[in-house]
């Protein structure tokens, strides 16, 4: 077993305009997708991310960031454990970000 | 969902759109009703941070609370944008840090007074009966244009339209939040009565379409009256007469949809499947409603329902007394619905030739359930011929499916 990042991306647009019932039944398919994750063993870590933050650059530049379009601001991160990429890709189709055209990045994560 | 038991423990299932709710009335207090606009995009990018936060772990124990401090930091950040007069941003500052200091049982009043002040500001007696409902249903009870719009069958252009209105009214008329008291209070809480009686009208009446919305549309109505009732009912007891009719129809929600959705009348429902929780307290406010006070529309038909309830079968329920309150209703609401409705008893006391007579001529002439009745009790006076042609009238009338389908099935019978 290995560990997986899986990066969440965008979906934010069409969150913004939603209902709240609407977000209540999105917020609970999130809900459920991760405690069957949890269930089986499977989730390692993971948490949301706050959409305000700092970019520093060389010289001690710190400016409000991300500057990232919509699409590309990173919403929060998991730590999936899987035998290998395809299996944790396969795992990752469930999410309900694609619901909202977001998107997941798969990254194994290296050992040491 | 469908089968989901009505109930008032059914609206705690709706956290999102009652904490928007809750927020919306709560920072509107700060920020003043012709800012209106403002507090709802605070709010919906309050609800959004609640979505990314708690889609990740589970909702707080104290929903309102954590969306409160979130809520309250959002509304600072937009004043320092809007670089608002400093004065101005004063007041704010200091009311927000004390809704944050509140206790939890304080935070829980301070809510429940937000709210009923915004219940009185939307039904506002210069507002459109039905800019009154829109603007409740979107600051009160969170609903979106879209889901408004579909609850009415409407565009959301229309909806927009009615919100739009009611928006300006406040803007111009410098709405203020609060409750009326003394003589104002006894003006403005009928209007605030009937309000959410139509509310729930309109729910109840579409509660055979398609979605589950329609039902919200009631419980939403009895949410907003149980606030009413509970601050006034003491002295205005037809709100308790209004709490106690909505709550009878309640307990009969489940009761009268088949398991494929079809209507299911009266006289062959289950009476089991009637909510006894709900029944139960249907008869509590309706012995709050004081038969001492004048009798308004609320507590006939309160009344009427409670007959109903308290009969074992459709056969056994005592017609007379409900005939009666019938009468009642229409000496104090002479319009030619309440005929239509009282031909049911008249026809249970004194047969289908007596109630026919009483439809005759009504001006209903448009409306489906007027030949819908009509059929009905000239099927029962063996009129067959005259029953079909009624009940075709009556299915070419109604625009919803499931009405087209029980009058098919009577259409049945006239062969």
Request: proline fraction near 3%.
């Amino acid at each position: 077993m290995n560990d997986f990042l899986y990066l969440f991306r965008g979906g934010a647009a069409v969150r913004a305009a939603l209902s709240p019932e609407l977000m209540q039944a999105h917020m609970l398919k999130w809900q459920s997708w991760m405690g069957k994750l949890s269930q089986e063993g499977k989730l390692k870590d993971g948490l949301p991310l706050q959409s305000e933050g700092k970019v520093v650059k060389k010289g001690g530049v710190v400016t409000d960031g991300p500057f990232a379009e919509g699409k590309e601001i990173v919403g929060g991160y998991l730590i999936v454990k899987a035998n290998n990429i395809a299996e944790a890709v396969e795992i990752s189709k469930a999410c309900p970000i694609f619901e909202h055209e977001g998107t997941v990045e798969v990254r194994e994560i290296a050992s040491m | 969902m469908p089968e989901n038991r009505a109930g008032v423990d059914e609206l705690l299932e709706h956290v999102f759109r009652h904490e928007y709710g809750k927020l919306t009335s709560t920072l509107a207090r700060a920020f003043g009703l012709d800012r209106l606009g403002v507090v709802e995009d605070i709010v919906q990018d309050t609800m959004l941070v609640a979505l990314r936060q708690w889609s990740f772990r589970e909702v707080p124990k104290d929903p309102t609370a954590w969306l409160y401090s979130v809520a309250r930091n959002r509304a600072l950040d937009h004043l320092r944008r809007e670089k608002v007069a400093a004065a101005f941003a004063q007041v704010v500052v200091d009311e927000s840090e004390a809704i944050t200091e509140l206790s939890h049982e304080s935070l829980d009043s301070e809510i429940q007074d937000s709210q009923l002040q915004m219940i009185f500001a939307c039904c506002h007696p210069g507002i459109s009966a039905e800019s009154q409902i829109a603007i409740a249903l979107k600051t009160l009870c969170g609903f979106s244009v879209a889901e408004i719009a579909s609850a009415f069958i409407t565009s959301e252009a229309t909806i927009e339209k009615r919100l739009q209105r009611a928006r300006k009214y406040f803007r111009e008329n410098r709405v203020k939040l609060e409750a009326p008291t003394g003589v104002a209070l006894q003006a403005r809480i009928s209007t605030v009565l009937e309000c959410l009686y139509l509310l729930f009208n309109e729910g109840y009446k579409r509660s055979h379409s398609d979605g589950l919305l329609e039902r919200d549309l009631c419980l939403e109505a009895l949410r907003l009256a149980l606030i009413v009732s509970d601050h006034f009912g003491d002295s205005y007891h037809e709100a308790n007469a209004l709490v106690a009719l909505m709550l009878f129809h309640a307990a009969r929600f489940d009761a009268r949809t088949g398991a494929d959705g079809a209507i299911i009348l009266l006289s062959e429902q289950d009476r089991d499947r009637w909510d006894p929780e709900l029944r139960s307290r249907a008869f509590d406010y309706l012995a709050r409603s004081g038969a001492d006070s004048f009798e308004t529309h609320y507590h006939i038909e309160a009344a009427i329902q409670a007959t109903h309830f308290l009969a074992p079968s459709f056969a056994m329920t005592d017609w007379s007394s409900i005939l009666a309150l019938y009468k009642r209703l229409y000496a104090l609401n002479p319009s030619p619905i309440v005929l239509l409705h009282m031909s049911v008893s008249v026809c249970e006391v004194f047969g289908p030739e007596e109630a026919l007579a009483l439809l005759e001529g009504l001006p209903l002439e448009d409306y489906y359930l007027y030949h819908a009745l009509k059929g009905d009790m000239l099927l029962r006076a063996n009129r067959k011929k005259e029953a079909f042609d009624s009940l075709t009238l009556a299915s070419s009338l109604s625009k919803n499916e499931k009405e087209r389908m029980l009058l098919a099935k009577k259409l049945e019978g006239c062969n």
